[in-house]
């Protein structure tokens, strides 16, 4: 069977999930153990195994946490000397990506980045990846070993198994010259009222809104549905609202009941990140737009105008 | 302080996506400067100006690409390595970040600014696999950047806020589209950067071979596509009428 690798990433002692959404397909696929680096991982262990790795490799050094991606690195690169997976999967993160990255170019092997699948076929590692602006579907065959897979999050659900993992405390291996991008500080942004991963409307605005002072009328309908406002990276990029509130292929990934997309034309980067909602509709003035052609309502016309009277009549139907 | 920015041209963002009937992407778009890296040589622009210096860009492309180091160039950079060869078609991001750190690593920056990711690709492996190469700390996803005394601060953008993190020059880092407003090109700048040195160089100049790529294509297929709904045109009351029974339905009121 495969031995294959999990990297669990784990912020400020915390698990994240995409460790969790890794180990339920890599558990299908292999004898499957967990990499867990940095404070909060000997916690993390128990979680891990009870999805499913049979064993987790874990330090709990400080510098995990601090410094990014090179103590990470080290260590990964350290184990390697001795084990030998078949394929080691990270999240396509922000911070997984950038130590797989570095650990791809100090291996000198190629790595899948933003697969949505992975399976092991004929004795290699095959990744399905979105290809031509998401509209094909691209299956690649792994050619280095260990392969190096990133699977976008939320591609799997995560469920217990049961088990308890076999705890191996590894050496952290932390080069002293790796101790150089350090986290000196950390600030949190006026919070989402509703997480908008977890929210079962997600209201979205575009472009097409005209203006960051209309991005209220993205809000407003989001709060009286109870659900949280999304954006598309084009208003990010120019500033209009904060990132955390990307939709997308490098934002975050949501499949609530409903998705409503106002002003949004429906770039690649947009739609990967939102096609999975049960119900979408999409607001949008031109008629032509690619995000009409996967709405399962398309109204056209004016954002501008359908958002407060949609507001309103939610409200109304809410406290009526 | 001697600052290299990486860019890149890609397709025209404003302009639609075409496939050949090979399912290869159609070629013949309008490319432009990635709209990611103007904002990198924004900011390596204004670190050159608060600290002295030189900006240098390097590009891997063919050589139509020159277009966008062009375009770097009259917005303000002093000079370009352009890195080109018929081998680095279809450059998997090992490649791309061996032969770009092939071209770097003789120049000795004191900063190397890439975007975060790419307009095209959109995965942002090179800037981690570059730092690697290069053996410099990398400070990523930055939406501020500070450089004081040696040292390098960023503000990095996180899901909830941003980290603060910082480290010793030399350094990498990677910029948001949030970092800066990107200056037009004035006609001055647009005349000066016909006189300003774009320096060629091959993968034998560089000393990079071709290795074997992360991955074979076995095959492409049509994605699952969403099936088109209904399309109802706006008259007023339609639109706002047809959405409430869809949220009725989908039991979210």
């Given at each position: ?191 989402e009222k509703v997480k908008l991963e977890d929210a079962e409307v997600v209201v979205s605005g575009g472009?097409?809104l ?5 991005f209220?009328?993205v809000e407003?309908l989001a709060e009286?549905l109870?659900g949280a406002a999304g954006a598309s990276r084009a208003i990010v990029?120019?500033?209009w609202v904060p990132y955390a509130l990307q939709v997308g292929?490098?934002g975050k990934t949501v499949r609530p009941?409903v998705y409503i997309a106002a002003g949004i034309?429906?770039?690649?980067q947009h739609t990967?990140g939102m096609?999975?909602a049960?119900?979408i ?40 | ?253």
């Open positions: 069977m495969a031995k294959i690798w999990v990297y669990a990433e784990l912020n400020q002692g915390r698990l994240m999930p995409i460790g969790l959404e890794l180990l339920a397909r890599a558990r299908q696929l292999g004898e499957v153990e967990a990499v867990a680096l940095g404070p909060g991982a000997r916690e993390a262990a128990a979680t891990l195994g009870r999805h499913g790795a049979k064993r987790v490799l874990l330090n709990e050094d400080a510098a995990f946490g601090d410094y990014v991606a090179e103590p990470a690195t080290d260590c990964l690169a350290a184990l390697l000397r001795s084990e030998s997976p078949e394929l080691i999967l990270f999240g396509f993160t922000t911070d997984s990506r950038e130590v797989a990255g570095r650990l791809a170019a100090r291996l000198g092997i190629g790595l899948i980045s933003n697969a949505m699948d992975v399976t092991v076929a004929d004795g290699g590692i095959v990744a399905r990846v979105p290809y031509f602006g998401g509209a094909k579907v691209a299956t690649y065959r792994a050619n280095a070993r260990p392969a190096i897979v990133l699977v976008r999050p939320r591609s799997f659900e995560p469920t217990e198994v049961g088990g308890e993992a076999e705890v191996v405390e590894v050496d952290a291996a932390v080069g002293e010259g790796s101790r150089r991008a350090r986290i000196v500080e950390r600030r949190v942004e006026a919070g472009r097409g005209g203006g960051p002072e209309n209220r009328l407003e009286a109870g990029d120019a500033g292929q490098t009941n034309s429906g770039a690649m990967v096609k999975g049960k119900v509709v999409a607001i949008n003035k031109d008629p032509e737009a690619p995000i009409l052609k996967m709405a399962d309502l398309g109204v056209v016309g004016d954002a501008l105008k359908i958002l407060p009277k949609l507001t309103e009549a939610v409200r109304a139907r809410k406290g009526g | 302080m001697k600052i290299v920015v990486t860019v890149k041209q890609v397709p025209d963002p404003n302009t639609p996506q075409a496939l050949e009937a090979d399912h290869t992407i159609a070629r013949d778009r309008d490319v432009v400067l990635d709209p990611g890296d103007e904002c990198g040589v924004e900011i390596g622009l204004q670190l050159k100006e608060a600290h002295g210096g030189e900006v240098v860009l390097v590009s891997m492309g063919p050589e139509r690409a020159r277009d966008a180091i062009r375009k770097g160039l009259s917005m303000g950079a002093d000079r370009a390595i352009h890195i080109t060869d018929p081998a680095l078609a279809g450059a998997d991001a090992l490649l791309t970040a061996r032969a770009l750190a092939a071209a770097i690593g003789p120049e000795s920056p004191d900063l190397v600014i890439c975007a975060t990711e790419s307009y095209d690709g959109s995965t942002g492996m090179v800037p981690p696999m570059l730092a690697e190469l290069l053996g410099l700390p990398q400070l990523t996803f930055a939406k501020r950047v500070e450089v004081a005394d040696g040292r390098v601060t960023v503000h990095r953008q996180t899901e909830d806020g941003y980290q603060v993190v910082e480290a010793e020059a030399p350094a990498l880092v990677t910029v948001t589209a949030a970092i800066a407003e990107p200056r037009y090109a004035s006609l001055r700048g647009i005349m000066a950067a016909r006189s300003k040195e774009i320096k060629t160089l091959g993968l034998a100049d560089l000393g990079v071979e071709v290795g074997q790529p992360a991955e074979t294509i076995e095959g492409v297929v049509d994605a699952e596509s969403r099936t088109q709904g209904e399309i109802v045109e706006d008259d007023g009351s339609i639109g706002v009428e047809k959405i409430m029974s869809v949220l009725q339905a989908a039991r979210v009121l």
